[in-house]
């Protein structure tokens, strides 16, 4: 099983590259210039739509190589304090910008003036090291760190992207805001060095980027990135089934994207759930059994969300599940026992801090496996 797994063409939960990775164009063309010409970006959407994926693989296209650019990575999904981040984001653009541990060394002597990194190193030292940063010399020089990547593309005569995933993370340190007034006031007279920065969490992202009393107003560009189009989710399937030496039609395939709502993680995996039981050809019945197989190892996850929810919440679940739309009108309210109007937004609000549901255009589901699971599981008790 665990063979046929790993030969399986379909891919969930990591970075979605190479053959794994599909569409995407219009975005590609868009980030890629905006990283050429040195605008910011800000990418959003909901979990796993695909933000990693598509910046990883913008920063490995082709149309890079004659541009002097360099692409630097931080991801805060462990970093909590603002310590942390100088830390790992010093360690990032000395990294990226420098290949061997002797040259690191010289290039960070040359770099600070005030603050003295301290590094640490493993076995291999030009791959495995971390940096240390004194908490007070960083209160006294942030600016040293903070205007770092500028300083070094000055000096080496290149372009920098620093990309920050996860970046809704800043959230946790102490003080956010006069965190974010700083890095806006570096970060804005940068000309070499451009700033891609994504996450998933929409309300705080958009309360960061788009409200005007907040530092990053007006930071760049900011893209919401869509779903995938169920077209290129059956093309994409019928390829990767054909590839392995296995049949699906059209309408199956179409089946498997409707199933999941073009969800790009819900669809891999759903295909690849079904690719794993199909012999040769893939019939209606695989399906139905791959998505039961899907809801069979999700139900005590999902049993245990559900158990979180309140009876109001469960009822508006159970009107989205029936497509409702007006939660708020009189026939809602009674039939799903919603109580009043103001309690129709205050549930929803709870439902959408507790990142089950989200506004993506027209409302809905996070999940669409836990959508499918309430409806053929809990529902239908
Ligand atoms: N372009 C794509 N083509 C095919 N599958 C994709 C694509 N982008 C994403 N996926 C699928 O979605 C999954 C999640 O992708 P990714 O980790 O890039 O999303 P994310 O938005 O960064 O998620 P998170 O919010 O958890 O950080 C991948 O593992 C893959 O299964
Ligand atoms: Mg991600």
């Given at each position: 099983m665990n063979d046929d797994r790993d030969k399986a063409p379909f891919m969930f939960g990591k970075i979605a590259s190479g053959p794994d990775f599909t569409n995407r164009e219009k975005e590609t063309t868009q980030l890629l210039q905006n990283f050429h010409v040195g605008i910011n970006t800000i990418l959003i959407s909901p979990r796993r739509w695909g933000k990693s994926s598509l910046v990883k693989k913008v920063t490995e296209?082709?149309?890079?190589?004659?541009?002097n650019i360099r692409y630097c990575f931080i991801d805060l999904f462990n970093i909590r304090t603002e310590q942390e981040f100088y830390e790992a984001y010093v360690k990032e653009l000395i990294k990226v910008t420098s290949t061997k541990w002797e040259e690191r060394v010289e290039q960070a002597k040359k770099l600070f003036k005030k603050i003295i990194p301290q590094f640490t190193v493993g076995l291999n030292p030009d791959n495995d090291f971390s940096i240390g940063l004194d908490w007070k010399e960083i209160k006294k020089a942030p600016e040293e760190i903070l205007n770092l990547a500028e300083t070094i593309c000055k000096a080496k005569k290149i372009k920098l992207v620093v990309c920050i995933d996860e970046f809704q993370n800043i959230s946790f340190f102490d003080d956010p805001l006069a965190f974010q007034k700083k890095l806006r006031a570096h970060w804005?007279?940068?000309?070499h060095t451009s700033y891609c920065l994504y996450g998933s969490k929409r309300h705080l992202l958009m309360e960061l980027?788009?409200?005007?009393?907040?530092?990053?107003?007006?930071f760049g560009d900011v893209i919401f990135l869509e779903k995938i189009k169920e077209q290129y989710w059956v093309s994409f399937i019928k390829k990767r089934f054909r590839e392995t030496g296995k049949n699906i039609l059209p309408s199956q395939a179409l089946r498997i994207a409707q199933a999941m709502e073009n969800h790009p993680y819900f669809v891999q995996q759903l295909s690849q759930q079904t690719w794993l039981l199909t012999q040769k050809e893939c019939t209606d019945k695989t399906i139905d059994r791959a998505l039961q197989n899907l809801l069979d190892h999700s139900t005590i996850l999902y049993q245990r969300e559900t158990d979180n929810l309140t009876n109001n919440q469960l009822n508006f679940l159970k009107a989205m599940c029936d497509n409702v739309k007006q939660f708020s009108s009189a026939a809602s309210i009674s039939t799903y026992k919603l109580g009043t109007s103001a309690n129709v937004i205050r549930i929803r609000e709870a439902l959408e801090n507790k990142e089950i549901i989200d506004t993506v255009g027209s409302l809905e589901f996070i999940d669409p496996l836990y959508k499918t699971w309430l409806i053929k599981v809990y529902f239908r008790r």
């Open positions: 296209h082709p149309r890079n190589k004659d541009k804005q007279h940068h000309k980027f788009s409200s005007p009393s907040k530092p990053f107003y007006k």
